[in-house]
């Protein structure tokens, strides 16, 4: 009896392993013209972070009350930065983190993989993403270094001074690291597995010396 509850209360560690509750932190972000975000690893997006559905002008506005959280296991961010014509650009900060003065890397062109992209609607903020199209874009793209840009109207009246500029009408995702803005992924707790392993074995003993 002792194996066996030995071995429930080791797969009950391990499917509900106590994770460190990360701080939230805060996004500030602009695009010209439309945006989202994703949580995710390094080889793989996992979920949706935010989701624009505003004009430009007022993307700051909208988000400069939310705070987030990353998924367990998440370590990366994705940032999808979609153009409706124009001059494209991404713009922003995480944890207060001005993405412009980290490492980032900026994806192939992946508009071909959005549903439904219309230019008017991104340009006017609102295209909601799929993550599963976003997801089998990311199977296929190519990384490189993405293109500093100080001079856009957009980012100059954002008040962030520098982003990155993609080409026309076009979608791209810019990847960088949590731990580069001072995010904390949800980390295992070992000192807290620990001592539910030894609670649940406690019990397991205590069982049995009543049914001895």
Same mark, same amino acid.
């Given at each position: ?92 900060? %995480? ?58 109207? %957009? ?58």
């Amino acid at each position: 009896m002792l194996k066996t509850i030995s071995k429930i209360a080791a797969a009950i560690a391990l499917s509900t392993a106590g994770f460190a509750n990360a701080a939230p932190f805060t996004i500030s972000m602009v695009a010209d013209n439309d945006f989202a975000i994703f949580g995710g690893t390094a080889t793989s997006i996992n979920d949706v972070l935010y989701q624009n559905n505003v004009r430009w002008d007022s993307q700051i506005n909208q988000l400069s009350t939310m705070t987030f959280n990353l998924a367990p296991s998440d370590t990366t961010f994705y940032v999808l930065a979609m153009g409706g014509g124009g001059q494209e650009n991404i713009s922003g900060k %995480v944890n207060g983190v001005n993405i412009s003065t980290i490492p980032v890397s900026m994806s192939s062109d992946i508009r071909s993989f959005l549903s439904g992209y219309n230019l008017t609607t991104v340009e006017n903020g609102s295209y909601t993403v799929n993550l599963s199209d976003v997801q089998t874009a990311f199977s296929q793209v190519t990384w490189s270094a993405p293109t500093p840009n100080t001079t856009d109207i %957009v980012i100059e009246s954002s008040g962030f001074g520098s982003g990155y500029h993609f080409a026309d009408s076009t979608a791209h995702l810019f990847s960088f690291g949590a731990t580069s803005v001072g995010v904390d992924a949800h980390v295992p707790e070992p000192s807290g597995l620990l001592l539910f392993g030894i609670g649940i074995l406690g019990l397991a003993a205590a069982r049995r010396r009543k049914t001895a």
